[in-house]
């Protein structure tokens, strides 16, 4: 995942001069996850820059160079450390080309990883997606497999929105095919990774993966799960979710952020009011609990939705 | 500096008086909500840092904003609009007071939140370094701007990598309510960029030569050098701090001595003292500034309020990087149009009646008043114009 990450910002660096990134350690430490590794022997300084530890800051730059036209990418080491720049994201980049009546646009990439590492406790486990997938003006994206992610990295530096990039700590070492040859997977897209008749898993980024490992024990019991992941929360491709739960007229949303007014709940209502007519059961999801992150490993694996937790909401649908 | 382009500086400032005026008087009339900063007071820091500015150069400014876009030559009649809510304003009235953007003038406009755009500034900055060319940014905000993080992430690395930005504090004295003696460690503003290895000044801000002086310097130096400026207007706002601050946290004495030296006023007598001006010449320029803003008002009077459909648009842009078919059940997806949208050249100011003359004004619904030009209605023009899509 790391490596398909790393192609699609060397290859969009070198298609286009206006792509640059910046953040802390992208450059010389080549990355704190290694994900920027080599790009600052390749392209230099400027396209490479290392910045102080000064979240709001590094989203600030992006979104002022987006303004005079430069593509940037500002990593952030995780998104935790995204809070400290909420009022760049929130109240800059995603509002300036409505405030200003379409005369400003903000074409930049904020990318990271996201939800929980491993134990590394509540300041630095958190799902962000439902926070940045609230507010109109971003683009939200979260890629499942490398496949997905270098296709929609790609596309998210040539758009001309600002796109919230989240990756997943635990998934950058995920092995996966990626195309040899040039590509791009446009923002907005689902995809369903499973195919299924009995019930529709509808699920994103880590939980995606969980969701997949939950899809394999159900197949022993003889259940065929349809896994659907949305891979952009904003805009939402909710046709192949709909399509899918009219064909097993069940469904499960799996997330890794909290429950409450987490975006699996937008899901959901979207679900029940398009697909009232098909389902044969209430929606279930699967959240995190509704804590802060616990340290101790035991913890942590309760806290998270697990495979096991997913089989449990496919059963309830079923009424099995 | 020659005569004429003094005398064109004092017509600036007035401008921006009589301008901040007649939307003190809206505002009461209920014409203009939400909040308004007026500028009154401060005029000769955004005139006298404008004027040495090159057409090519790029400003971002806090929400007391209406001074800077009027200095950098945005139509009066696009701005009044916007704060009248209207869809010719030069936002299609998403903006209000406190965001001005005139993007063909590489004004980025006036932000809402304290200290929010000074990393907005170092951004542009560094892409200005990015594409090598010679541009500077002007950042202005007031002095409640340095207590927040903002400022000093942002002169953090302006001074490390060396980026072309001036950034000048209009101290006014007041952060809201919280004088800098109660709010700043350090009461030379100025000072601080000592922390960064920053060039650093003071300089009067009711004096519009001083201004221009300091600033010219600073851009010189950012041009060149590629280095930022922190400069420290000293200045005073004779309103509160929005239409609904009353004051009561300075004596009337304080306000009183500060508009003895009122920078139009030292200017004026200045072009009556050095440049061979008369008091007349400048009573003359007053007359067709306010009679400027007598046509403002009728072209405010014409224009439509905005279409709801407007209210979906100008939230992204289309893209072929969106799988549109998705995203248009969204009608903020739907209304997404590729280009930008760039504020409309209206066509001149139609001669509007003498003040004296001025009819009671008409209520915000009814048509132009009588004795405006049945010729093309500007307001149309404009509708017209955003409607159609910028460069």
Redesign the interface.
């Known amino acids: 995942m790391r490596d398909a990450l790393n192609q699609a910002m060397k290859e969009e660096m070198a298609r286009d001069p ?1 792509v ?1 990134i910046l953040g802390e350690e992208v450059g010389a430490y080549q990355g704190a996850y290694k994900v920027t590794q080599g790009l600052l022997a390749q392209f230099g300084e ?2 490479v ?1 290392d ?2 530890i ?1 979240e ?2 590094i ?12 593509r ?1 990418i500002a990593e952030m080491m995780t998104f935790n450390f995204s809070l400290l720049a909420l ?2 994201i929130i ?2 980049a995603a509002k ?10 903000c ?1 930049m990439v904020m990318r990271g990883p996201s939800g929980a590492a491993a134990q590394v406790a509540a300041q630095h486990s958190q799902a962000f997606e439902s926070i940045y997938a609230h507010v ?2 971003l ?1 939200v994206a979260m890629p499942a497999t490398p496949k997905d992610a270098k296709g929609m990295l790609k ?2 530096i ?4 600002p796109v919230i990039f989240l990756e997943n700590e635990v998934l950058y070492n995920l092995k996966g095919e990626v195309p040899e040859a040039e590509y ?1 997977i ?5 995809e369903v990774k499973r195919p299924g008749r009995d019930v529709t898993i509808v699920a994103w980024s880590r939980s995606c993966i969980t969701a997949l490992a939950a899809a394999t024990k159900l197949a022993e019991e003889g259940i065929e799960a349809e896994v659907v992941d949305p891979r ?1 929360l904003r ?5 192949v979710i709909f399509d899918s739960v009219r064909r097993t007229n069940r469904c499960v949303v799996a997330e890794e952020g909290w429950r409450m007014a987490g975006f699996g709940a937008e899901i959901s209502d979207r679900v029940q009011r398009a697909c009232f007519d098909e389902l044969d059961a209430p929606v279930v999801r699967v959240t995190a609990e509704d804590v802060p992150m616990p340290y101790a490993k035991t913890l942590e694996k309760a806290y998270l939705p697990q495979p096991e937790k997913i089989v449990d909401a496919v059963r309830q649908v079923m009424y099995r | 500096m020659i005569r004429e382009e003094a005398f064109a500086l004092y017509r600036q400032m007035l401008l921006i008086r009589r301008f901040e005026e007649r939307c003190a008087q809206l505002y009461v009339e209920g014409r203009i909500g939400g909040f308004l900063h007026l500028y009154i007071g401060q005029e000769a820091v955004g005139v006298g840092a404008m004027s040495v500015m090159r057409p090519d150069d ?1 400003l ?1 400014a806090y929400y007391r904003d209406h001074g800077y876009a009027l200095a950098r030559g945005a139509d009066p009649r696009l701005l009044l609009a916007e704060l009248c809510g209207k869809f010719t ?7 209000g007071s406190m ?1 001005f ?3 063909p003038r590489g004004n ?2 006036g ?3 304290v200290g ?16 090598d060319t010679d541009q500077v940014c002007l950042c202005f905000f007031g002095d409640g701007a340095v207590n927040e ?2 400022f000093h ?2 002169l ?2 302006s001074a ?2 060396d980026l072309p930005v001036v950034y000048i504090i209009e101290n006014n004295r007041y952060g809201m309510g919280t004088s800098i003696d109660r709010a700043s460690s350090v009461k030379d503003l100025y000072q601080r960029a000592s922390a960064y290895g920053i060039p650093r000044r003071e300089v009067n801000g009711m004096d519009l030569l001083a201004v221009r002086t300091a600033v010219a310097e600073a851009i010189e130096r950012a041009r060149t050098d590629k280095r930022p400026t922190l400069l420290e207007a000293e200045t005073y706002r004779y309103r509160g701090h929005s239409m609904s601050d009353p004051g009561k946290y300075r004596t009337k004495e304080e306000v009183e001595e500060m508009m003895k030296s009122d920078p139009i006023l030292l200017w004026g007598k200045r072009l009556i003292e050095q440049e061979r001006f008369s008091q007349a010449d400048l009573d003359a320029v007053d007359k067709e500034v306010l009679a400027q803003m007598e046509a403002t008002v009728a072209f405010v009077e014409s224009s439509p309020d905005p279409p709801p459909e407007s209210m979906y ?5 289309r ?9 248009e ?2 009608p ?2 739907r209304s997404a ?1 590729k280009e ?4 409309p050249t209206l066509p001149p100011p139609t001669a509007a009646p003498a003040p004296e003359a001025r009819p009671a004004a008409p209520p915000a619904e009814s048509k132009p008043a009588a004795g405006a030009p049945a010729a093309p209605n500007p307001a149309e023009a404009a509708v017209q114009a ?1 409607a159609k899509v ?1 460069s």
């Open positions: 206006s640059f400027w396209r820059r910045t102080p000064a709001e800051v989203a600030g730059v992006a979104v002022g160079a987006a303004f005079i036209g430069l940037p009022d760049m109240n800059h300036y080309r409505y405030m200003s009546g379409g005369q400003v646009r074409p109109p003006g683009v596309s998210a040539r758009d001309d929105n791009h446009p923002l907005g897209l689902a952009t805009p939402l491709d909710e046709d | 790029y971002i304003g030069i936002s299609r009235g998403k903006g965001h953007y005139d993007v980025f406009g932000d809402g939140i929010g755009h000074l990393p907005l500034a170092a951004g542009i900055g560094y892409g200005i370094r990015l594409k993080g903002a992430e942002s953090n690395v490390l990598w648009e100008d939230v992204y842009v893209s072929p990087y969106i799988n549109m078919k998705a995203a059940k969204d903020a997806w149009i930008d949208r760039m504020p955003t910028g």
